[in-house]
């Protein structure tokens, strides 16, 4: 059964990077059916997704945030990983990691991590 | 990029009650829409895609219709553990875009 995992500092001091990683089990993220996303959600508020990256290792970004983001991923770590750079308090949110599969449906979900921007 | 309008954003209803929420989009995406349903402290989990589709494990209480940029999500006999905020995505391409939720409290 497959599971994600999302890991990483929940307190990010304004305008240092954000890094958080997600562990995949009982799946691959070398798996060229299914591809890999980071969505967000401030507290109280709806979801945004941040990017994706497929088995190629190609990745897709908001475009709301992509100056500012990294998405890769580690084949022999089994795990793909999130960067987000200059955070502000509006970067305040649970942070998931997602499996995708064809027609960008979120079929699999991490249990979400929250990350507080602040001094 | 494909802005999702969701209503209502807040919906009371009693326990049996059939509800019905609805999806906008800002431009036509064919059947390209899914449904997800989360609980407080919980992540999303997908409950129907391709507009109608019933992910494996779904209860059949939930059904979904539209195309275009009207889609609907019906909730057949709410149930207590139907309690929860609902959202929708647009799966017909990149930047992948939500709705804004609908929150199904009990009356």
């Known amino acids: 059964q497959l599971q994600l995992q999302e890991s990483g500092p929940g307190l990010v001091k304004p305008s240092e990077t954000l890094s958080l990683t997600c562990a995949v089990s009982?799946?691959?993220?070398?798996?060229?059916?299914?591809?890999w996303g980071w969505v967000r959600q401030p507290p109280g508020k709806g979801l945004e997704w941040i990017g994706s990256i497929y088995f190629s290792g190609s990745t897709y970004y908001n475009p709301s945030l992509k100056s500012r983001v990294t998405i890769s991923r580690d084949t022999s770590k089994n795990h793909f990983s999130l960067k987000l750079n200059s955070v502000t308090a509006a970067d305040t949110a649970v942070y998931y990691c997602?499996?995708?599969?064809?027609?960008?449906?979120?079929?699999?979900w991490g249990q979400g991590t929250l990350v507080t921007v602040s001094s | 990029d494909i802005q999702l309008t969701q209503s209502p954003s807040f919906l009371s209803a009693s326990v049996g009650d059939r509800v019905t929420i609805t999806c906008r989009a800002s431009q036509g995406i064919s059947s390209y829409l899914a449904w997800y349903q989360q609980k407080p402290g919980k992540a999303p989990e997908l409950l129907i895609y391709t507009a109608s589709t019933l992910q494996s494990g779904v209860s059949s209480r939930f059904s979904g219709s539209g195309s275009g940029t009207e889609f609907t999500l019906t909730i057949s006999g709410l149930q207590p553990e139907d309690f929860a905020t609902y959202f929708c995505q647009q799966l017909n391409g990149y930047p992948l875009t939500f709705g804004g939720g609908t929150k199904v409290e009990i009356k």
């Open positions: 997602v499996r995708l599969r064809n027609l960008f449906t979120g079929d699999c």
């Open positions: 009982g799946g691959s993220v070398s798996s060229s059916t299914y591809f």
